[in-house]
């Protein structure tokens, strides 16, 4: 129903890229490898570099995460983008941004599965969506990966706009695993719109290590300025 009411809107109203113009995307293919695929590969903990976006040798004992790949910096037209599928209720946008996350994506091995970080249900239930899982339908549907719900959220705080210390109490046991436990021996692809401190995908990777996951990573659309010393 929605792809079809979707498509009834963009009839209508056709979709403009919010970079160029262009006609029926919100961000074209072009647009996005200007935005997407430019940032330095770093430890998502700590922020020093590392290959491959991978994280540090110091950081590993308490990341739970291989690597957390990033696609852009959250900052102009792609904030501008984020805000809009987020608080706007602009669904294709997601479609959009997920398709230039999958484009700066490393070969995974065959067996991965994606797995998006479950929006709190408050926050799911306004938007009538969850952008996460948007967002790994779309890498999905770029790259041949299955999606799989393994984690759900338990409450629903307001992170926007909470500190460092706040995030972390907030994200004390928010996740909890569920759905086909056989998925714990593939390597699982966090999947998440905005990298700010990192608590969330620590926590969400901390609980499905917990569950007996052996191999974690995770891929984010943007990042804010000066995540990884935020954490620090």
Known sequence: ?????????????????????????????????????????????????????????????????DHVWVGA???????????????????????ALGKALATTLPCLPEKTIIVPVPTANQRVRQRGYDQAVLLSKAIAAETGY??????????????????????????????????????????????????TTGATLHAAAQCLRAAGATSVNGAVVARHALAGEQRQ
């Open 1 to 65: 129903m929605t792809s079809l009411l979707e498509r009834l809107v963009a009839t209508i109203a056709p979709y403009y890229c919010i970079v160029c113009g262009t006609e029926d995307n919100r961000l074209c293919s072009i647009c996005a490898t200007d935005l997407f695929g430019n940032m330095p590969s770093t430890c998502f903990v700590c922020n020093l570099p590392t290959n491959d976006f991978a994280i540090c040798n110091k950081c590993q004992a308490t990341a739970w995460l």
């Open 73 to 95: 910096a959250y900052e102009g037209q792609v904030m501008q983008l984020i805000k809009q599928c987020k608080f706007e209720r602009a669904v294709a946008v997601a479609t």
């Open 146 to 195: 299955k999606v799989a719900k393994l984690l759900a959220r338990v409450g629903s705080q307001r992170q926007v706009g909470a500190t460092k210390r706040q995030r972390a109490a907030q994200l004390q046991q928010a996740f909890h695993a569920i759905g086909d436990t056989h998925y714990m021996s593939y390597s699982l692809l966090l999947v998440d719109d905005v990298l």
